[in-house]
């Protein structure tokens, strides 16, 4: 694709990279097929192709409107576009210049509405920090019973964390807490926890390492999302040192986010180099286990269920395939699900933002997770877990729980 961007922005770092994207692009329209959200609203502008063209004449000088945002923010960020693209366009990387150029030149002649400035403020200021959310989510829980029945439905269960393995074993890995996992199900990592401590390994947490950035990073908040990330760099550093041999992630929103922390930070002379260690030791706990002889985790009883995987997770770490043999390979029975590449409507702070286009997903996703009626749910990523849950008769939880049984 030719480009034409203005002189201010061809040759900053984000203009060089944005060029380099752009003329990949082949305007093919592959990308649209696998689009949920041009699926959906069936407009060209809400699709990948669309807002490639729509991100390319802001760059090339042309005057945002508010259509322009509209349409960048109804993106999932699901990346089932990149996954289609057969160019290898990093629409991802497109996406966040894009999201953040335009907020630039739309913050004072075309601010949001207040509505939405104040929301985006609570969810930057609540969400990434942990004794922030766990506090609200907490005083939620107390008053569950007299929440609207919509609000009602948004407020997961309470779990108790349960007990966390001593660190015996020379075979060590750090793990990701994150902001939201720790309140909602903080019983995840402990799970992962045991299930390592029985394949010979023991998992440390690092109580400085917080949230991922990918929040912030998302609602374009760059400068936080890298304070978030270099946070993190320190706060693992020690043990990375020290010889622990990945650093496991639960969450695959918060798993692609740190593989991402190289790209972020390529321009940081304090952090790059830093930034490409992490990146580069960062682990799905599926590509952890797919190592280890986790046959031997095969509990007595299994049962038949229906697998979920998070676009993070198949389109943005590229895992696929994975979780599922090692799921069968310890007796469970996985159910065909239909449409199992779309997105369910969680995509992080989306079902907040965007919560009509989300409804319609999430319906879409829990119909076809049930149809076969499946004993339990199982997914990799604590949003879609608590999203699905809203909606599922079904129990839904993280697949680590089924070889701690």
């Known amino acids: 694709m030719k480009t034409e961007l203005t002189p201010d922005i061809k040759n900053t770092a984000d203009g060089k990279l944005a060029d380099s994207i752009l003329r ?43 259509s322009t945002r509209t349409h960048l923010d109804r993106c999932l960020s699901c990346l089932n576009c990149e996954t289609t693209c057969p160019s290898g366009v990093k629409y991802s990387h497109l996406l966040d210049i894009g999201r953040k150029l335009v907020e630039e030149k739309t913050r004072k002649h075309l601010p949001r509405s207040f509505k939405e400035r104040t929301l985006r403020t609570l969810l930057l200021n609540v969400l990434p920090y942990r004794k922030r959310f766990t506090f609200l989510f907490k005083s939620g829980q107390i008053v569950k019973p007299f929440l609207p029945k919509k609000l009602r439905q948004k407020m997961p269960r309470s779990v108790a964390k349960g007990t966390w393995p001593l660190r015996e074993h020379k075979r060590r890995m750090l793990v990701l807490d994150g902001c939201v996992q720790p309140a909602l199900s903080p019983d995840i990592n402990t799970v992962t926890a045991r299930v390592l401590y029985k394949l010979g390994i023991s998992l440390i947490r690092q109580k400085k390492a917080g949230c991922c950035g990918a929040v912030s990073q998302h609602l374009s908040a760059e400068e936080a999302a890298l304070t978030f990330m270099k946070n993190n760099i320190d706060a693992w550093w020690a043990d990375i040192e020290s010889g622990v041999e990945a650093i496991v992630t639960t969450a695959s929103g918060c798993g692609l986010m740190v593989k991402e922390y190289a790209h972020h930070l390529r321009n940081d002379p304090e952090y790059a180099e830093k930034a490409q260690r992490v990146s580069a030791l960062c682990k799905d706990i599926s590509e952890i286990i797919t190592e280890e002889d986790y046959k031997k985790l095969t509990p007595e009883k299994t049962t038949e269920i229906s697998w979920h995987p998070p676009c993070t997770l198949q389109h943005g770490q590229k895992i696929k395939g994975v979780v599922e043999k090692i799921l069968e390979d310890c007796g469970y029975v996985l159910t065909p699900i239909a449409d199992a590449h779309l997105c369910c409507g969680s995509a992080g702070t989306y079902s907040i933002l965007q919560p009509v286009i989300s409804k319609k997903l999430q319906i879409n996703k829990i119909t076809n997770l049930t149809a076969n009626k499946p004993k339990m749910i199982v997914t990799a990523n604590i949003g879609c877990q608590t999203h699905l849950q809203e909606v599922s008769d079904v129990p839904v939880v993280h697949w680590i729980h089924l070889l701690d049984r």
Do not use: M, S
């Open 24 to 66: 990949n692009c082949v305007h093919c329209g592959f990308c649209n097929a696998t689009c949920p959200t041009y699926q959906t609203l069936g407009d060209e502008n809400d699709g990948p192709r669309g807002r490639i063209y729509l991100i390319k004449q802001v760059l090339e000088g042309k005057a945002v409107d508010e």
